[in-house]
């Protein structure tokens, strides 16, 4: 078995990457970022996977890095947090600056300590219009300084993992469901209630990959009425 740190936020996505890097056989070492997030209440479900998975886990305190890149509705209280589908333009207000990289360089970092072979992120086709820090040319240029930034330490080959970066989402669903994802034991909603919101970019997204990949999502949402 090979050891692969992998972040995991705690949502559909990078749990169903974790369950799946461990039916393929490798060790993980989940990590997790509290950056000051709206709320932080889907680091509550990465714990629950990783204990599912036996997996060791650990959350980064990033707060005092969160405050300073305000102007987000995943930072700012103040900022709203827009409703529609995750590719509308309104969508852009989630942008937090910088946020996989900072976070894939403490992995990294984690990765070389330890001595894993890899760092594996869930990002995926469906992040591509809004998000540039999910795109297929970040993801190379984060490999490549990774092993520029580490030569000598990583372990030869090291690799950032990005399996599911030109798949939509319903396809991660149905990936998901082949290897037994809980995924009731997910987190997407960007507002952080009681249920999930029904409204927001990712629970619109979430609800729509379900739909589209035909396995029933058990997902309690607010606004049951909503449609994708």
Known sequence: MSLVVTTVSGGLDSVTLAHVLAAEGHDLLCVSFD?????????DYAKRCAARLGAEHHVVDLRSVGTLLSGSALTDPDVEVPEGHYADASMAITVVPNRNAIM?????????????????????????????????????????????????????????????????????????AAVGVPFVETWSCYVGGDVHCGRCGTCVERREAFDLAGVPDPTEYADAEVTT
């Open 35 to 43: 950056y000051g997030q709206r709320h932080a209440k889907e680091v």
């Open 104 to 176: 894939l360089s403490v992995a990294v970092g984690v990765a070389v300590a330890r001595g894993a072979e890899a760092v594996a992120t869930a990002v995926h086709a469906g992040d591509h219009p809004i998000y540039p820090d999910c795109r297929p040319a970040f993801i190379e240029a984060v490999e490549r300084e990774a092993r520029i930034g580490n030569e000598g330490f990583a372990v030869e080959g090291f690799r950032v993992l990005a399996p599911f970066v030109g798949i939509p989402k319903d396809e991660i669903v149905r990936r998901g």
